[in-house]
């Protein structure tokens, strides 16, 4: 690895100095492949790979295209280009480099085309973005997204004023780039369109797709040494790629043909419902904690109990805060949905932290003396039933699925375990061999201590519907 960051390193300092340049201007094309042999064609597209793959990685669902695009009489020609060692290194200094010469490539070649457009995979169509604002009538991104509202750690394109035609296609399954990012770029489009779908801005979940199967299916080495975690589909590569080349094929072509438009429209219909159906979750927050609250307090009859919960989101104020019960009975619960999301964790959606009173605390506080208690509930048992909840919508049971739900980690009332479960989260893994999903929550227990203010709590990090729906949606859909 030390190695491999020098060479890199050394890299950085000579990849555009004169010499290296003009040696890898002149071999660039070489590298690259051309896919299409007529002088004329309707639509020309530079397609750019993502990091560590080869230009042949992307020929069949080129061809796909160039077929499907053919059958509704539109010409359709590729240039797979290639970056030095099959990594966008300097990407964007390089791309603008590339684009340059390829331009030249196909001068000299006499390739004439009426639109030329740009399509990228993953890091590759980050780096066509401002190619295709400078020299581009149109853009095709494959598992990657414009970051519309910059929830990303790099720079943000707003769809919604972006200029040129865009496809956005994004993978069911991608554990690369999480398909519910399509959540912001559609916010995003929100803001200004007032009604209907704008298919010049097409934003598309393939069904059953992963990010290797936008490509050859192969997990790269570097991926490897970055330990990406992939997210396999069962589907076919083959098949991947009809599904994938059908879409990119009819939005090139859905203005002038009736086929296009209508299978088009339909994926537009099923993302954007998709992502209306996910976010409407997010509404259900409020009414999900205090309905944990109650299950935590677990009468055996009906007692109107009465629940207030606080949404914070600052971590210092949530560390700080504090269940209570307040004179006139009410409990109030507190909490806060934590990201989990970064580069090597594939989940879009938070997670949930709740700080409540625990079924001790309700007895003992005198407003409910009369009622009688059941046992209280798990982290685990409430993992469980929003699981079940969401598999209940696509018509599965639990058994259906392999998911285990591991005893919750304990924190106990001792000195500094408050900050240890502050710093937990919840555990999510899936075995690719076995198909099995764990899910394992941290929770902090107290019984009486001498501050009063610190008795009787009950902590406790769990899933929240809308990664429950993720969850499912990667792993049993």
Not at 4 to 25: D, N, R
Not at 126 to 145: A, E, N, T
Not at 191 to 217: R, T
Not at 457 to 474: C, D, G, I
Request: charged content about 25%; some cysteine.
């Amino acid at each position: 690895m030390r190695l491999l960051i020098s060479f890199v390193c050394f890299l950085f300092v000579t990849a555009f100095k004169p010499p290296f340049f003009s040696f890898y201007q002149n071999k660039v094309m070489d590298r690259s492949i051309l896919i299409g042999n007529k002088k004329e064609c309707d639509v020309f597209v530079i397609v750019f790979p993502g990091y560590d793959k080869m230009p042949r990685s992307y020929v069949n669902i080129c061809n796909k295209v160039q077929d499907k695009a053919q059958s509704k009489n539109t010409d359709v020609q590729f240039l797979i280009i290639d970056y030095l060692l099959n990594l966008p290194f300097k990407g964007e200094e390089q791309s603008e480099v590339i684009t340059k010469r390829a331009l030249e490539y196909l001068k000299e070649k006499d390739i004439n085309f009426e639109k030329l457009y740009f399509m990228g995979h993953s890091a590759g169509g980050y780096f066509c973005i401002p190619l295709v604002k400078k020299y581009g009538d149109g853009f095709i991104q494959m598992g990657s997204v414009l970051n519309s509202e910059s929830v990303l750690p790099w720079k943000s394109e707003k769809i919604s004023t972006f200029e040129k035609p865009i496809l956005t296609l994004l993978g069911e399954k991608d554990g690369f780039t999480n398909p519910f990012l399509a959540c912001n770029e559609f916010s995003d489009l929100d803001k200004v369109e007032k009604a209907g779908l704008n298919f010049n801005k097409s934003i598309i979940i393939e069904k059953d797709i992963d990010h290797l199967q936008m490509c050859d299916g192969i997990l790269s080495n570097s991926a490897k040494i970055f330990e990406k975690k992939n997210i396999k589909s069962t589907i076919p590569l083959e098949e991947a790629h009809e599904r994938l080349s059908n879409t990119i094929a009819n939005f090139i072509t859905w203005e002038y043909n009736e086929t296009s438009y209508q299978e088009l429209y339909e994926k537009l219909i099923y993302s954007k419902k998709a992502i209306d159906d996910y976010n409407a979750l997010k509404n259900e927050t409020d009414f999900y904690v205090r309905k944990l609250q109650y299950d935590i307090v677990n009468t055996n009859y009906f007692v109107p109990i009465s629940i207030k919960t606080h949404k914070i989101d600052n971590l210092n104020d949530f560390i700080t805060c504090k269940p209570n019960i307040s004179d006139q009975g009410v409990v109030n619960v507190y909490y806060r949905l934590e990201s989990i999301y970064n580069p090597l964790n594939p989940y879009y959606s938070k997670t949930l932290a709740i700080k409540m009173k625990n079924q001790n605390a309700i007895r003992k506080s005198g407003f409910y003396k009369d009622a009688s208690f059941g046992v209280s509930t798990t982290a685990g048992i409430i993992n469980r039933k929003i699981m079940t909840s969401v598999l209940k919508k696509i018509n599965k049971k639990i058994s259906d699925v392999n998911v285990i739900f591991i005893p919750d980690k304990i924190y106990s009332d001792l000195p500094y375990t408050s900050i240890d479960w502050i710093q937990s989260s919840v555990s999510i893994e899936y075995d690719e061999f076995s198909k099995t999903l764990s899910i394992r929550s941290p929770i902090l227990y107290t019984e009486d201590t001498i501050l009063d203010r610190y008795s009787g709590m009950y902590y406790m990090k769990v899933l929240t519907p809308q990664l429950a729906q993720e969850l499912v949606s990667f792993y049993f859909k």
